[in-house]
């Protein structure tokens, strides 16, 4: 009872103190923890006792509450009897407290305690944890807290998650109140193959998958299949079995379409107006077998939205893609993200168990400025306000990209506190992770930031070479950068230069677009071009530096830097040919799509070749046949025509079903010179391959040549699209000689 008192003591003496200069020093305090301490209060108890000695030099000794003497003076970690009367904290939260000698860190559930400990040394003591690897500690040997301290924080989500390199460093998730979705979820993600996999049940049990076109196809399950429900439940006995920790459980539809079309299921998706239907019916019926689970779904693509009779159960959670969005404004108000916030709403009215997948990176090109930082803290107080309780934003993974330290900083602060004075964190970050060089690198990223042109997450460099990386545009970020690299020394020049990476990604990869024109990569020689000789040495250094920096891949399943340099050899080591087409005038009889232009008609007589990036330097045409006709400009003697499709079935681009090539002396009458059937694509492969048709005419006199290339009629069912997927066509340099 004595004890009780002095608690209610304590707490009523706190909240009647006004703010004082007085400080609790806390150098010959001992570390008290609960007599039967958790896992997490021995782990916070040893990470404060590690920094206290790397901070200040002292080593303060570990006790239990049944060895602690009253006279002592102490720091009171976890659930102790001394700190019960301060109350319960909601999910993860936690308590830093203090009165005139003693402190007490109390947390909630889960490592809330480990998070107290961590927040005590970064706002109390001045340490710093901007990036993976050791953390900053500063060299005063002050280690003091304000009396009267009441500092009390729970988080609003639930789940909070930020997907870069510094996020892979066990530390740095604790440091910063983050989860890692291997330590949450026992199945993760695009799951149905992972329960159900094609491999072990397709050949026996076709029925279990998806019926496409009229046919049994392994692109989805077929959810209305009670096979399908008795092996899921199978799985995830045995499964929750194995792992009992986990917290939840993903059954969710693979990446792609092909989606069931077969009578129940398509009769439960009418009846709910959505696709989603049939999968939180049978995501329901899951979860009521294990009342104690928690399990997740995927809204995503065709099933994003909602239902309009069933609601997810009490135990079912729904994460929503943002994937459709553009990113140079906010969720909140860009037109693009119209469906997004609808979709978001009408779960809301369904269910308060709301999860999003967001998007903070390009991922067909990670190192390419993305500057969205401004739109970090809009994005997530919008979802907060609209019942959203867990957030995975999801970066370049654990290879480095476009200014990831701070990007994963920023949101790691914002996802614990979406209110937090961003400008306060952006300065302390620059100036911490940058040193010297900090007012220039905060310069650099507020120039970007200045940016209102679209940010696409599967944009790339060339298409943005138009508006805020131009030549112009990226000469102006270089000049900043080359002030900060001046400012710099030591360890924080790296930095720099690794921040660098991305302009000079840029410009090589629009070098390989101009091409012939400035700021390409050939320059002229005689009657053609060769390599620009400082290319090959520049495209080394920046490979260098790529690895230096921790880059693996420069796009999302994407080249090595190793094989990005394989890439640029096999361009370097290629001459230049002079066709009879070169800069020759192309007319089109169906456009190029808008979102992937290249050079328009030029792009097939520019004298370039195409990689396999069909982004650039390809004639991408959606939908539609290729049909262009070039004219030489004069009558000419033609002996052959080559041309290069792109098949690249991830990103539903195929070859044409015919190609067929034509000439004219008028440009009115026609005559076919050759047709070639390409190979079938009835077969599941997901290979890309650029592939080269020749056609040998017998000395032809032509002015004009005409080459078309006869589109697929649909995407192939084993790749699983959409019902309004159509398939392109990506042709490239025509040649003629």
Known sequence: MFRMMQSLLFILTMLSCQSTVSRIDL???????????????????????????????????????NGYQKNQAAIFVGNTEHSAALGKLKGEGFLIAADTRDVYIKGGSGKGVVYGVYTLIEKYFGARKYAEGPAWVPGTKELSVPQHLMDRQEPLLVYRETYYPAAFDNEYLEWHKLHRFEDLWGVWGHSFFKIVPPKTYFSAHPEYYALVDGKRQATQLC????????????????????????????????????FCTCDLCSKVNKEEGSASGSLIRFINRVAAKFPDQHFTTLAYTYTAKAPQQTKPASNVYIMLSSIDAYRQEPLSTIPSAAEFRKNLESWGALTDHLFVWDYTTQFTNYLAPFPDYNNLQPNLQYMTAHKVQGVFSQGSGDTYGDMGPYNAYLQAKLLWDPAADVAVLTKDFFKGYYGNAGTAMLEYINALGENKAQLDIYGNPVASAKNYLSPAAVDKYSTILDKAEAAASGEYVKRVYNARL???????????????????????????????????????????????AGVKELSEGGASPDAYQQEWDTIFSKKWVNSLAYNAKVSLVNPPSDEYPAKRERTL??????????????????????????????????????????????????????????????????????????????????????????????AVRARYVRVRGQCQAAVPGWRGAPPTKRPSVCADEVYVF
């Not at 190609?659 to 190979?679: H, K, M």
């Open 223 to 258: 959810l209305s299949n009670e096979g399908v429900f008795n092996v899921t439940v199978d799985y995830l006995r045995k499964a929750i079995a194995d792992n009992p920790d986990a917290l939840y459980w993903s059954v969710a539809a693979e990446d792609g379409g092909g």
């Open 27 to 65: 150098k010959k305090h001992v570390i008290v923890l609960p007599v039967e301490a958790t896992k997490n209060e021995l782990h916070a108890g040893s990470v404060l006792q590690d920094y206290v000695q790397r901070i200040a030099g002292v080593t303060l000794p570990v006790i239990k509450e």
């Open 605 to 698: 007589t520019d004298g370039l070749l195409g990689t396999k990036d069909f982004s650039i330097n390809w004639l991408f045409i959606y939908g539609k046949d290729l049909v262009a006709t070039i004219d030489l400009g004069a009558e000419k003697t033609v002996n052959k025509v080559q041309v290069n499709f792109l098949h690249d079935p991830r990103h539903y681009i195929f070859n044409p079903a015919m190609i067929t090539v034509e000439t004219s002396a008028d440009g009115v009458n026609f005559t076919t010179a050759g047709t070639q059937q390409t190979p079938s694509i009835a077969d599941e492969d997901y290979t890309t391959r650029i592939n080269t048709f020749q056609f040998s005419l017998p």
């Open 502 to 548: 991305g302009l000079e990604y840029c410009v090589l990869q629009q070098s390989r677009f101009y091409g012939t024109d400035k700021y390409g990569f050939l320059q002229p020689s005689g009657d053609g071009f060769v390599v620009n000789p400082r290319w090959p040495e520049r495209v080394k250094k920046f490979v260098a530096q790529c690895k230096e």
